[in-house]
């Protein structure tokens, strides 16, 4: 079985401040995992995903994600918060191990960047 | 690629009408999702097809819902009758296999009053 958790419903920050948006997930063997971004009255557009190598994987939008396999979590962070970056955000994780193709998402998190 | 196309946009229907959602996968990829998205329960997953065989469809609600896919191309989900529990967004998503992301359509948003 996998699973999700995004622990924060909605995240604040400052315009110019970085942001974390937390997630941790839970999979029989090694995962996949990716956040997706949720803009209002839109479908879900991917950000970034790990796959393996490097712990730190780089995505669109300047966004930013961190794999940390002793802590099963994957933070996505950006430096400097834009109040366009404000949206829902969706964390998702594939076990790789799997024949299956099924993602399972995180409940999601606003992230509400002010002014 | 237009990406994954999904009709109608939005849907407003009588309780007890039958309704169908429409989606066109990415050219290529060879499996689909259907997602409904609300509130209370976040995103669930519905059914997911593999090269157009229904795989997994432990997410679909009742047997109000039936999900088809007679062609790497299309994709349709019906519910009939339709209850007002089942207004929410409902997204078609598609993958290519040996890749890991899904694409997303723009979802439907179904209203049943």
């Known amino acids: 079985a996998q699973s999700v958790a995004q622990p924060e419903d909605q995240v604040n920050v400052a315009e110019g401040n970085p942001l974390t948006v937390k997630c941790t997930y839970s999979?029989?063997?090694?995962?996949?995992l990716f956040w997706y971004v949720q803009y209002p009255n839109r479908g879900l557009q991917f950000l970034l995903k790990y796959i393996t190598g490097d712990n730190l994987v780089k995505g669109s939008y300047g966004f930013e994600a961190e794999f940390n396999k002793s802590q099963t979590s994957f933070h996505l962070k950006k430096p400097s918060a834009l109040v366009s970056d404000s949206a829902l955000y969706f964390c998702?994780?594939?076990?790789?191990?799997?024949?299956?193709?099924?993602?399972?998402f995180g409940r999601g998190t606003s992230l509400i960047v002010h002014p | 690629d237009a990406g994954v196309i999904q009709s109608p946009r939005h849907e407003v229907t009588e309780m007890g009408q039958e309704v169908t959602l429409r989606c066109k996968p990415i050219s290529g990829h060879n499996s689909l999702f259907w997602y409904r998205q609300t509130m209370m329960r976040g995103l669930e997953l519905l059914i997911y097809f593999n090269n157009n065989v229904p795989i997994d469809d432990s997410g679909m609600p009742e047997d109000r819902f039936s999900a088809k896919m007679p062609n790497a191309s299309f994709s349709t989900l019906k519910i009939q009758p339709s209850e007002p529990r089942d207004s929410a967004v409902y997204f078609c998503a598609s993958v290519l296999q040996g890749y890991t992301e899904a694409f997303f359509g723009q979802g439907t948003r179904l209203t049943v009053v």
């Open positions: 998702a994780v594939r076990d790789r191990s799997g024949g299956s193709y099924i993602p399972t």
């Open positions: 999979v029989s063997g090694n995962p996949y």
